[in-house]
């Protein structure tokens, strides 16, 4: 055992729901920090730990960085010794921009271009390009006519004339903006002498080309039609046409809104000069082994390797780069990513994807005595998949560093060194450590919840499968790695999708919540629901109109004629202008991710001190947004219309979540329970066809027998519930299983078996199914 000058020790943490917590954790070691949703494992592995270490470094870089200190705040701890430099692995949902790439995640596009630098086939006669020159995200490589991006965005006169049966005054140019923009542009139209009540397909082709393409920006005056509420004086107008609008706003607008409204007037297509490549053709006729660096790039990473492996011999240029690329691909391959290509779009890619990539990339970096904390690095990840990322958290080990991962993956729980227990409950429940030593020694911790499922397996009863009342048939579908594949889909039972990662589960779920016979179809997803700290869980359940309007009508609100918009921090009035109501102001750190820090104002309330001064049973719109739901049940206990949405989220786990937690602190996982719950609260039809990607991702198992409750209480009620799964417990729940594979992207795509979970648990052509036969075995 490590001796105790080797343990990171924590005084006093007491980061979100932490109780001046105390804890020990060697270093040099795996250490596992588990507990059930919402306990605290996370504020102490990334909001102490990791928070702790990233301030050390801001610190000790720059005078500049240690201004934006106070800003961007530090842990609430005491004190934290022994504590290396740490990097994190985080599941983050997106990625700054499309351009990020599986090979510059991982820095195989970087050797990728080094080798068709210094190894291709060069043209008779061309001089050797730089590295750069096969980059598309550099002026010396982008195609001139996209910009590197492989797609032009155009417009047509169908994308913005949708309806061609309605005149100009009726909004024929549906691409127009609305208000006093839009009528501005038909009045100096007017005046230039076009027709406005002239069904738009009856206007001369030429006029309907020069009002949605011209380049040209005529100013005329505008003398505009009297209005008896308002004196307008004529005024010059300058002509834009719908094409310079939609494209201006869609390349040079702030406005998310605004660009997304523009995108969907937008037209997309391979660019004509690269064919979609992204490169100059000086650059695409420079090849390797035959093929040049798109068709490479384009190529699932294991079919990469197996393409270069026999040029990694010997010592040139070719040789030295080949092993360098072959050896940064297999840990992936290795990780259950080799179906992935180097070219494939970050932004694409599931959270556990992303996080694999950068684990497996961190192998190669050769850094020694970091702490790698990792955010449930299992995610995502088949059974089948789960020994390789204990190999590789292993050989981090090895390599001299600590690696601290928060997990629900008992099996990965179980190859731990050390075992954090934290809990017992969820939020204001929890927030204590239980336990922090050897895993054998949690079996006398009676406190403990994740002790029961560690030693006695997560077997739940077994039942008949229920019988459908009919099948959904779906024929030859053909989208991504399916391939004309034939399914069918039991009505009204519980289906599990399985297979490995990449093998095409959520894809098949797309293809089926598309089908048009589906009366109504409910996906939801692990997306965030909202990306600012504006959105929570109060406006995303509809929870927050209700309290806006108790606080409305009491008697100190209506003698200041306050409506239920004052109480709103989204709109001008009763929020705090400083942080335009988002309670946090933005920090920009330049070499770091955005961070959010409390207003300097309203201190994260929100609101300004008059709208404050209103109170509703003695407490302000502020406080009632910061009780947690469990709370706010008992609270607003007497008003129906409140308890409907608060009931839900209790029923899927999320009591502990204070109602105006903003969205940017929620896991994909609990984004996902408040989607479902907004959907529990609706008064349910029956017949709905709800579709789920991996609900259990970040769920102790203790929440995920919380959330099968209410999907089986869906099915119960006649409705059909399809969710694609890894966790073989579920899968062993299922009223029938439709399994993918056998391997991921190329190597999968086909349906491997299909039937009640016995049948794939007996199937010997099913990975799947080997690892399901021991779903219930305790360890």
């Not at 937008?266 to 090849?287: D, H, K, Q, T, Y």
């Not at 629900?408 to 336990?435: I, T």
């Not at 994740?450 to 397996?457: A, E, H, K, S």
């Not at 100190?556 to 239920?564: C, E, I, K, L, T």
Request: proline fraction near 7%.
């Amino acid at each position: 055992m490590q001796g105790m000058d080797n343990y990171v020790r924590v005084r006093g943490a007491r980061v979100h729901n932490l109780r001046d917590v105390n804890v020990e954790l060697p270093r040099d070691a795996i250490v596992a920090f588990t507990g059930v949703s919402g306990s605290g494992k996370s504020s102490l592995a990334f909001g102490t730990l990791y928070a702790e270490s990233q301030h050390r470094f801001l610190e000790s870089v720059a005078p500049y960085a240690r201004r934006l200190l106070q800003q961007a705040g530090t842990p609430d701890v005491d004190e934290v010794t022994g504590l290396p430099p740490a990097v994190a692995l985080e599941q983050r949902r997106s990625v700054p921009s499309a351009r990020s790439s599986v090979g510059t995640v991982t820095m195989i596009s970087n050797s990728l271009r080094m080798l068709m630098s210094r190894a291709g086939d060069y043209p008779p006669g061309a001089g050797r390009l730089d590295s750069d020159a096969f980059s598309p995200n550099t002026a010396a490589g982008a195609c001139p006519n996209c910009h590197g991006q492989g797609v032009v965005y155009e417009v047509t006169e169908d994308s913005l004339v949708p309806d061609p049966s309605l005149t100009i005054r009726q909004g024929a140019i549906a691409s127009w903006p609305g208000a006093w923009q839009g009528k501005n542009l038909r009045d100096i139209l007017a005046v230039l002498g076009h027709d406005l009540d002239r069904p738009w397909r009856d206007l001369p082709q030429a006029e309907r080309e020069w009002i949605l393409f011209t380049d040209e920006q005529p100013v005329v005056m505008v003398h505009p039609e009297r209005d008896p509420d308002r004196i307008q004086r004529p005024y010059q107008g300058k002509y834009s046409s719908a094409k310079r609008l939609v494209l201006h706003a869609y390349a040079d607008s702030k406005s998310e809104t605004s660009r997304a409204k523009a995108a969907r007037f937008l037209v997309s297509g391979p660019c004509p000069v690269c064919g979609g490549r992204r490169l100059r053709p000086e650059a695409l006729a420079v090849r390797f082994d035959g093929r040049d660096i798109a068709e490479l790039a384009a190529m699932p990473l294991v079919e990469l390797a197996r393409l270069l492996r026999p040029h990694a011999v010997g010592a040139g240029p070719a040789a030295v780069l080949s092993q360098d690329l072959v050896a940064r691909i297999d840990v992936l391959v290795e990780l259950g990513l080799g179906y992935l290509s180097t070219s494939r779009s970050s932004p694409t890619l599931s959270g556990g994807e992303l996080q694999r990539l950068r684990l497996g990339t961190q192998l190669r970096s050769g850094l020694f005595g970091v702490v790698y904390v990792l955010d449930e690095p299992s995610a995502g990840l088949h059974p089948a998949d789960s020994e390789a990322l204990i190999s590789v958290l292993r050989r981090l080990k090895e390599s001299g560093n600590s690696v601290f991962l928060v997990e629900h993956d008992l099996d990965v729980v179980r190859e731990a060194d050390w075992l954090v227990d934290v809990g017992p409950g969820a939020g204001v429940h929890g927030g204590r450590v239980l336990h922090s030593g050897p895993l054998a020694e949690l079996r006398d911790v009676p406190e403990s919840v994740t002790r029961r499922y560690l030693f006695t397996g997560t077997a739940r009863p077994s039942r008949r499968p229920r019988t459908p009342r009919g099948w959904l048939k779906l024929r030859g579908v053909r989208r991504n790695n399916l391939r004309g594949v034939d399914v069918e889909v039991p009505l009204g039972v519980l289906t599990a999708v399985t297979g490995v990662s990449g093998a095409g589960k959520t894809t098949l779920l797309g293809a089926i919540g598309d089908l048009p016979e589906t009366d109504r179809v409910v996906r939801v997803d692990q997306q965030p629901i909202g990306r600012t700290p504006r959105s929570n869980l109060a406006t995303y359940t509809g929870l927050f109109d209700v309290v806006r309007k108790l606080f409305a009508a009491t008697p100190q609100a209506r003698a200041r004629r306050y409506d239920a918009g004052r109480f709103s921090f989204n709109v001008p009035g009763g929020r705090c202008e400083t942080c335009k109501g988002e309670g946090y102001v933005a920090v920009e750190l330049l070499f770091l991710p955005t961070t959010y820090s409390p207003c300097p104002d309203c201190h994260g309330a929100r609101y300004n001190p008059a709208t404050l001064e209103i109170t509703y049973r003695d407490a302000t719109i502020a406080q009632v947004l910061d009780l947690s739901v469990d709370d706010a049940a008992e609270f607003l206990a007497d008003v129906p219309a409140a308890m409907r949405p608060l009931r839900a989220l209790r029923e899927v786990g999320l009591g502990y979540l204070r109602l105006g937690q903003p969205a940017t602190e929620l896991s994909g996982g609990e984004a996902q329970r408040v989607k479902l719950a907004s959907e529990l609260q609706r008064t349910s039809r029956g017949a709905t066809l709800y579709l789920l990607d991996e609900p259990t991702g970040g769920l102790h198992p203790a929440d995920v027998e919380v959330l099968m409750r209410q999907l089986e209480a869906l099915v119960e009620a006649g409705n059909t519930v399809v969710l694609a799964e890894h966790d073989l417990a579920v899968v062993a729940a299922a009223d029938h299983v439709i399994d993918l594979g056998p391997g991921g992207g190329d190597a999968g795509g086909t349906i491997v078996a299909h039937g009640p979970p016995a049948r794939i648990a007996a199937s010997p052509s099913s990975r799947t199914g080997a690892y399901l036969s021991l779903a219930a075995r305790p360890s």
